[in-house]
């Protein structure tokens, strides 16, 4: 699974607990070894990923540095990762993050057999934090009974947070795999202060980034330029989503005109998504293979729930044709149509 591993103890500077650097690699029977690698790798179930970055110079990036020095001469494992710790040690600013066991391991490739013929292997460093402590039993025979007593000790569960760093396109900062299961407050500390990482430029990060801004156009923009109705809300998030689950490749203009249709709603959201690029300083795609995995995790926040005082909540899957409003007498009403009762 990996060629080396070794292991620092790093505590949170501005709360004065200590760094502790082993200067040493682990030495690590089969059985641990395996034990540890399948921990490591199961961290990263996302196919979304990331690269290094810089405000001036990728070198000056510390993180990307130090792996960089690993990859050209893996004899400098040991030094490099001592100033990884160094480093991370010196990104908490803020006293809610967690110190923890900082693990930092080198994982050989496997051969894989390049367009070109050439056979070629990417090899990869994982830099692994733990910080939450569970409790468990210890019971240990004792004269002719057990003895119990209570221990604390890191869960096989789940890692607090990794990064898994690909030996590839170096010119652009690597490929990253990122992952912060215990943010303690701090949504910057692992991704920002220490890694310092953006997310790649691929399909992705396109599937991601249009789903997210279309759902922000429909729940905030559309109602405030438009006459629409709840139910009308719902029915644009649900064929969206639906477009998107049911294409392999996304284009715009397919996209507004199967979705929006609406000649004024679709140059709405046209503006919406250029004010959405600006701010956010990114560029969306227009033309993209769709990445299912990026669906499925958008999916969660297409809910389309409509809910009424706190009596009832409609839950629209289907047919905007079988859903009407109005008003009379007792007041504002839905009204629903169906085939038959489940």
């Known amino acids: 699974m990996f060629s080396k591993i070794t292991v620092h ?56 540095s130090s792996v960089s020095e690993i990859f050209e001469d893996k004899a400098k494992f040991q030094w490099e990762s001592e100033n990884i710790a160094k480093h991370l040690y010196d990104a908490a600013e803020n006293p809610r993050v967690q110190g923890g066991e900082l693990f930092i391991v080198y994982f050989e490739g496997d051969t894989i057999e390049s367009v070109d013929g050439d056979d070629k292997k990417i090899d990869s460093i994982g830099i692994f934090k733990t910080e939450k402590r569970e409790g468990f039993l210890k019971i240990n025979p004792k004269d ?66 249009t789903l997210s801004v279309y759902k922000d156009f429909i729940t905030q923009q559309l109602p405030q330029e438009f006459e629409v109705s709840k139910a009308d809300q719902a029915d644009f998030l649900n064929k969206s989503i639906n477009f998107f689950k049911e294409k392999e490749e996304f284009k715009y203009d397919d996209f507004v005109k199967e979705v929006l249709e609406d000649e004024n709603v679709i140059e709405s959201f046209s503006n919406f998504k250029s004010d959405y690029e600006n701010d956010m300083q990114i560029s969306i795609s227009e033309d993209f293979p769709i990445n299912s995995q990026a669906v499925k995790k958008q999916q969660r926040h297409f809910k389309s729930i409509i809910k009424l005082d706190k009596n009832f909540h409609i839950y629209i899957h289907g047919d905007r044709k079988m859903i009407e409003t109005g008003q009379d007498e007792k007041g504002k009403y839905y009204r629903l149509y169906f085939e038959e009762e489940k």
């Not at 979304?48 to 110079?57: G, P, R, T």
Request: hydrophobic fraction near 30%; proline fraction near 1%.
């Open 9 to 64: 103890r790093v505590g949170n500077k501005i709360n004065q607990e200590s760094l502790t650097l082993s200067h040493e690699e682990l030495q690590l029977e089969d059985e641990m070894n395996e034990l540890l690698g399948n921990y490591f790798m199961n961290a990263f179930k996302s196919e979304e990923q990331f690269h290094f970055y810089s405000d001036s110079y990728l070198v000056n990036n510390p993180v990307y």
């Open 144 to 209: 002719e009974s057990f003895d119990i007593e209570r221990d604390f000790g890191i869960s096989l569960s789940k890692i607090d947070k990794a990064a898994l760093i690909y030996n590839s396109d170096k010119e652009s900062g690597y490929v990253l795999s990122v992952v912060d299961n215990n943010k303690n407050g701090d949504i910057y500390y692992w991704f920002e202060d220490f890694l310092k990482v953006k997310q790649r430029d691929n399909e992705y990060f396109h599937t991601q980034e």
